[in-house]
């Protein structure tokens, strides 16, 4: 349920038309979530067949055109285009003259602020920093997975409640986030969300080796109440043998992957150590437990991965 206290009506934005650039897995959902708000896209922009394919599908009807034609027609621009490539569009959508003074242009980085705006904003555009703390599939299902999704939001003190009530109108819950803080914010999100896919693959990979016919029905209920008692508890969730400073487990743990799977090695030895770590300060690992763990975990760390236990 979203909690977030609704904007007075006279803050919220009037009908706008909507344009993408970028049509990705992002741009589309958005412009498509804003779409059930009343608002009426009208102009996309896409390269490669698979991103032309995505904005027929999510936004039917609306054409197709070059960047600078997006902005010409559009009162409202998304910007959705990978961070790498975010300052180049911008400083060349400014000094072609692009943008015009008063449009509202939004861009869904995670790793920028509204600084990365500052050219479009010397030519008069006002500037929003909108990411979707939201993992995308560049279908439909996407814009039901905006409901409750937090937003992190960074924009000029006198764009606040237009951004707020942006975020709200597309579902979502605003999280401001100071512009100096916006890298460590994305990195957070990656650390939790990417690699958590990548731990999760490692995961299935290695049950089929083992005989699991189904890894991921084996482990759907084990990652869904562990993801939920870390949300609740933190570090008071924290189970299995490194937490208990099982060394001799954890060895054969090493052992078997090295032997099956070398290239999971440095992951779960990372993951160890970190996961040691944070046990011991929490009181959870017993320090004469741990002195045992830390000691298997800088010995295996230090062998080389295409020798020893062969």
């Not at 300052?87 to 980085?109: C, E, F, I, N, W």
């Not at 189970?239 to 992951?267: I, N, S």
Request: charged share 20%.
């Amino acid at each position: 349920m979203n909690t977030t206290p609704q904007p007075d009506p006279k803050d919220r934005p009037a009908r706008l038309t909507v344009g993408v650039v970028g049509a990705g897995r992002v741009g589309p959902a958005l412009a498509a979530s804003l779409q059930l708000a009343g608002h009426r896209p009208v102009a996309v922009s896409g390269v490669s067949d698979t991103s032309r394919r995505r904005a027929a599908e999510m936004l039917p009807d609306v054409p197709v055109v070059p960047p600078a034609e997006v902005l010409d027609h559009a009162e409202l621009v998304l910007l959705t285009v990978p961070d790498d490539a975010l300052p180049d569009l911008v400083t060349g959508l400014a000094d072609t003259g692009a943008v015009r003074p008063g449009q509202l242009l939004v861009h869904t980085s995670g790793r920028y602020g509204a600084r990365v705006l500052d050219p479009a904003l010397r030519a008069g555009a006002l500037p929003m920093a909108l990411h979707p703390a939201m993992t995308f599939t560049g279908t439909p299902v996407d814009v039901q997975r905006l409901a409750g999704c937090s937003f992190g939001v960074t924009a000029p003190e006198e764009l606040r409640l237009a951004a707020q009530a942006l975020v709200i109108e597309m579902g979502g819950e605003p999280e401001w986030i100071a512009e100096e803080m916006r890298p460590l914010y994305h990195a957070a999100l990656a650390l939790g969300a990417n690699h958590l896919v990548t731990l999760v693959a490692q995961s299935m990979e290695l049950l089929r080796s083992a005989g699991v016919e189904a890894p991921d029905r084996m482990l759907g209920p084990l990652l869904g109440a562990a993801l939920d008692n870390a949300l609740r508890s933190g570090d008071a969730a924290l189970t299995g043998p490194v937490a208990r400073g099982d060394a001799g487990t954890v060895a054969a743990h090493v052992t078997e992957l090295r032997k099956h799977a070398p290239q999971a090695v440095a992951g779960y030895l990372a993951m160890a150590r970190a996961t040691a770590d944070r046990a011991l300060a929490h009181g959870l690992l017993k320090p004469e437990l741990a002195e045992d763990l830390l000691g298997v975990l800088a010995d295996r760390a230090a062998r080389p991965e295409s020798r020893g236990d062969q």
